[in-house]
């Protein structure tokens, strides 16, 4: 690159947010996490297959969708909706860790899934991927009745094999932030009833310190600095979207599902939200059950960062079981 290229604004560095990203003066943005790309296949392990689909044409919302090895063609199986993680900031469903995480979990709880590529911050702030999530869901959920959008346009793999009496939402960090705030809609606003929601390191946070947060204050700042910059129009960590337990946020009451599962791990700054959010929701009112899963010596994400080991396939398992629970008979 000559001088004058490298002068250029396109190239001048304005800002970093490391280690997620880096943003140029020209506006470009530079990920520097889970960037690459794992192409839609028959993965060789498990059987499972994947593909992808275009959602919204106009915003170019999409999503990877994943079929296990059918045993039974007419055999209606649950449908998982995934969020991936990433601070709002970085990955996709595409990224290997992700690919990875869906094959393994489809494989296990022989599930369908649709694994959401919502737009990110800082070139899409807060609420972008809120709104791309919530239409992905409603693309999902327009395929009940058999029809997508009043057309004939379907997706095979959803009207074919999906269960839309057993809906679950899951996601990891920002994600399982996203699938407890559409968790919170979907009663309300489109008449749907969850059978579930899994949050695997639920990304909370709040303006004033709890439990660890205070003893950790190198984590904390660097927490403390993700919301803000994916949400600018409302920087507050008070923001009920970031902090649902809140003072006058809106009632737990209003979760749309009848069982929650978190994850949570011990070394993970984001725990002791994870574990206020469990207790704020037992006693709330809600008319669900909701359950808690600790990693010892673990840290946030470690099931993405290290798949094979025993504790990654451990809180597999357990998420597999909570999507094969039958809903509950009617008193």
Same mark, same amino acid.
């Given at each position: 690159?000559?001088?004058?290229?490298?002068?250029?604004?396109?190239?001048?560095?304005?800002?970093?947010?490391?280690?997620?990203?880096?943003?140029?003066?020209?506006?470009?943005?530079?990920?520097? @996490?889970?960037? $690459?790309? =794992?192409? /839609?296949?028959?993965?060789?392990?498990?059987?499972? %297959? +994947?593909?992808?689909?275009?959602? &919204?044409?106009?915003?170019?919302?999409?999503?990877?969708?994943?079929?296990?090895?059918?045993?039974?063609?007419?055999?209606?199986?649950?449908?998982?909706?995934?969020?991936?993680?990433?601070?709002?900031?970085?990955?996709?469903?595409?990224?290997?860790?992700?690919?990875?995480?869906?094959?393994?979990?489809?494989?296990?709880?022989?599930?369908?899934?649709?694994?959401?590529?919502?737009?990110?911050?800082?070139?899409?702030?807060?609420? @972008?991927?809120? $709104?791309? =999530?919530? /239409?992905?869901?409603?693309?999902?959920?327009?395929? %009940? +009745?058999?029809?997508?959008?009043? &057309?004939?346009?379907?997706?095979?793999?959803?009207?074919?094999?999906?269960?839309?009496?057993?809906?679950?939402?899951?996601?990891?960090?920002?994600?399982?932030?996203?699938?407890?705030?559409?968790?919170?809609?979907?009663?309300?606003?489109?008449?749907?009833?969850?059978?579930?929601?899994?949050?695997?390191?639920?990304?909370?946070?709040?303006?004033?310190?709890?439990?660890?947060?205070?003893?950790?204050?190198?984590?904390?700042?660097? @927490?403390?600095?993700?919301?803000?910059?994916?949400?600018?129009?409302?920087?507050?960590?008070?923001?009920?979207?970031?902090?649902?337990?809140?003072?006058?946020?809106?009632?737990?009451?209003?979760?749309?599902?009848?069982?929650?599962?978190?994850?949570?791990?011990?070394?993970?700054?984001?725990?002791?939200?994870?574990?206020?959010?469990?207790?704020?929701?037992?006693?709330?009112?809600?008319?669900?059950?909701?359950?808690?899963?600790?990693?010892?010596?673990?840290?946030?994400?470690?099931?993405?960062?290290?798949?094979?080991?025993?504790?990654?396939?451990?809180?597999?398992?357990?998420?597999?079981?909570?999507?094969?629970?039958?809903?509950?008979?009617?008193?």
């Amino acid at each position: 690159m000559s001088a004058m290229e490298s002068s250029q604004p396109e190239n001048e560095i304005d800002h970093e947010f490391l280690p997620f990203l880096r943003v140029y003066k020209g506006g470009r943005v530079e990920r520097l @996490v889970a960037t $690459d790309f =794992s192409p /839609a296949s028959i993965d060789p392990q498990t059987g499972v %297959s +994947s593909k992808d689909v275009k959602i &919204s044409p106009n915003s170019g919302v999409s999503a990877r969708l994943y079929l296990p090895n059918l045993t039974h063609i007419n055999h209606k199986l649950p449908l998982l909706i995934y969020f991936h993680g990433g601070g709002f900031l970085v990955a996709s469903p595409f990224a290997s860790i992700y690919h990875h995480h869906l094959n393994s979990i489809v494989a296990e709880a022989n599930v369908i899934a649709v694994s959401v590529d919502y737009r990110l911050a800082p070139e899409h702030p807060i609420p @972008v991927c809120y $709104d791309d =999530s919530w /239409a992905a869901l409603q693309w999902a959920f327009s395929h %009940s +009745s058999g029809h997508r959008d009043g &057309s004939d346009q379907t997706e095979p793999w959803l009207t074919n094999h999906a269960d839309f009496d057993r809906v679950f939402f899951a996601g990891d960090s920002a994600g399982a932030n996203i699938a407890h705030n559409l968790a919170m809609r979907v009663r309300a606003e489109l008449g749907v009833e969850l059978l579930g929601v899994a949050l695997l390191h639920p990304y909370f946070w709040g303006s004033d310190p709890i439990g660890s947060e205070s003893t950790e204050p190198i984590k904390k700042a660097f @927490v403390d600095r993700v919301w803000p910059y994916v949400c600018p129009s409302n920087p507050n960590h008070d923001d009920p979207r970031i902090n649902p337990v809140v003072a006058d946020s809106p009632s737990l009451v209003g979760l749309g599902c009848s069982r929650v599962l978190v994850f949570v791990a011990e070394k993970d700054i984001l725990r002791d939200r994870g574990w206020l959010y469990y207790e704020e929701l037992g006693k709330s009112g809600w008319m669900g059950v909701v359950k808690i899963k600790e990693a010892k010596e673990e840290d946030h994400v470690f099931h993405l960062l290290k798949p094979e080991s025993e504790k990654a396939r451990d809180l597999v398992t357990q998420l597999a079981l909570f999507l094969n629970l039958e809903r509950p008979p009617l008193p």
